[in-house]
């Protein structure tokens, strides 16, 4: 009888335990799951994009994380509670250890996020996360593409429409705020932007458009009634083909019109918001009805508007 109470009074003083540490434990092995502010700084220059991330944890963290970045990123720096730590890119990730640890941030530079004169861009949540601030800063002496319109996003330059746009002269900064994000959730990002030459060089262009116009109303004078029989047939085929294209279609078509006739399956993703499994469907559709065709470079697939 004794030694019945001595055994049920051990295993309820080894429960009480167990109970309380996993009390005293909770708060480090749940902190990492949820950050009071994630800070994203994108600073474009010379053809490459410097990234500065930086997460603030709710609570102090212990653990072990692992960091993701683009596959042309060799090496980066680390910091951690803003200690820097050595560091090394394996397999397009990066280790942290977290020891008490409050925040962390990180620096880059990658050529992924940049096409030509447009930024692309398309992240998932690592953690859950009460707010989260994205800037974008465009290279110097650039400007959007053309002026940021009030509602209708689907001639935006910038998509989605940012918070705020500021410059100092220079530099035009863009920028986005979201607040109570789950881990997981994406946000995709798409700015277009042009370079601003100096006036000597848009002189000596103007001449030139000049000239060519000129000798362009020449030509088509002498061959005005051939050119106006494959003008109107081109444009009767283009109203037939666009009679029978439904909403969604006709969305992706005119985006590859505004980009001459191309664009890589990613941006269109993230021009129309579409999930990956509605854009294959349309793709795969309008495939089979010969308006566009898909090629595969690399690692992107590239879609193409057919010529009429």
Not at 190 to 208: D, H, M, P, Q, T
Request: aromatic share 8%; hydrophobic share 40%; with cysteine.
């Amino acid at each position: 009888m004794g030694k019945s109470h001595t055994h049920s009074s051990i295993s309820d003083a080894a429960a009480i335990f167990i109970l309380s540490a996993l009390v005293l434990l909770s708060p480090s092995l749940s902190s990492a799951e949820t950050l009071e502010n994630y800070t994203i700084n994108f600073h474009m220059a010379y053809g490459k994009v410097v990234v500065d991330k930086e997460m603030l944890f709710s609570e102090k963290a212990t653990n072990e994380i692992f960091l993701d970045v683009p596959d042309d990123v060799k090496t980066a720096s680390l910091y951690i509670d803003n200690a820097f730590v050595e560091s090394k890119v394996e397999d397009g990730r990066i280790r942290a250890r977290l020891n008490s640890s409050k925040s962390i941030r990180l620096n880059y530079v990658t050529g992924e996020f940049v096409d030509r004169s447009e930024f692309i861009v398309s992240m998932r949540m690592p953690y859950d996360a009460d707010n989260l601030k994205v800037t974008l800063t465009l290279p110097e002496n650039s400007v959007l593409e053309k002026p940021l319109p009030k509602s209708d996003i689907s001639t935006s330059p910038a998509y989605p429409l940012p918070d705020a746009v500021t410059t100092d002269g220079l530099l035009i900064n863009l920028a986005w705020g979201y607040s109570g994000l789950n881990k997981g959730d994406e946000k995709s990002f798409f700015v277009r932007f042009i370079e601003k030459k100096g006036n000597s060089y848009l002189i000596w262009a103007l001449g030139i458009i000049i000239i060519a116009l000129i000798a362009l109303v020449a030509f088509l004078f002498k061959r005005k009634p051939s050119v106006e029989r494959v003008v109107e047939k081109v444009v009767e085929k283009e109203d037939m083909l666009e009679k029978h294209l439904k909403e969604d279609e006709e969305q992706v078509v005119n985006i590859l019109k505004q980009r001459e006739g191309q664009c890589e399956q990613g941006t269109l993703r993230v021009i129309t918001g579409f999930s990956k499994a509605k854009l294959s469907g349309l793709l795969k559709e309008l495939e089979e009805r010969n308006v566009v065709h898909k090629e595969k470079r690399g690692k992107k697939n590239l879609v193409f508007l057919k010529k009429l």
